[in-house]
Nanobody, 121 residues
Framework: EVQLVESGGGLVQPGGSLRLSCAAS????????MSWVRQAPGKGLEWVSN????????NYVDSVIGRFTISRDNAKNTAYLQMNSLKTGDTAVYFC??????????????WGQGTQVTVSS
């Protein structure tokens, strides 16, 4: 059974930091691209960042460049999102996403349950 479990969300003041974790199991994490996607209140999903299986290729949405850092530890089957200099506009539910995982039925994405990040004074 594939599981993606996010943690590390919470309430933080503007300018603060949080580190999100995504613990993965049930699939070949070490050969899977991982991404973080967020959904702000009343808005659609917004892709935030992704990281290739060997960490050689990393991308960010423009609004988080210089503030967020994605990483992964394949030995621990865990992906991370370090978020610094947080802004109120970063308030959202953050989802971990395993991209194009091979299954007997084909290729599919898997999603975690999400973790709430609230940036407010």
């Amino acid at each position: 059974e594939v599981q993606l479990v996010e943690s590390g969300g919470g309430l933080v003041q503007p300018g603060g930091s949080l580190r999100l974790s995504c613990a993965a199991s049930g699939f070949a994490f070490g050969i899977t691209t991982m991404s973080w996607v967020r959904q702000a209140p009343g808005k659609g999903l917004e892709w935030v960042s992704n990281i290739k299986d060997d960490s050689t290729y990393i991308n960010y949405v423009d609004s988080v460049i210089g503030r967020f850092t994605i990483s992964r530890d394949n030995a621990k089957n865990t992906a991370y999102l370090q978020m610094n200099s947080l802004k109120t506009g970063d308030t959202a539910v953050y989802f971990c996403n395993a991209v194009r995982v091979a299954t007997p039925e084909g290729v599919t994405d898997y999603w975690g349950q999400g973790t709430q990040v609230t940036v407010s004074s």
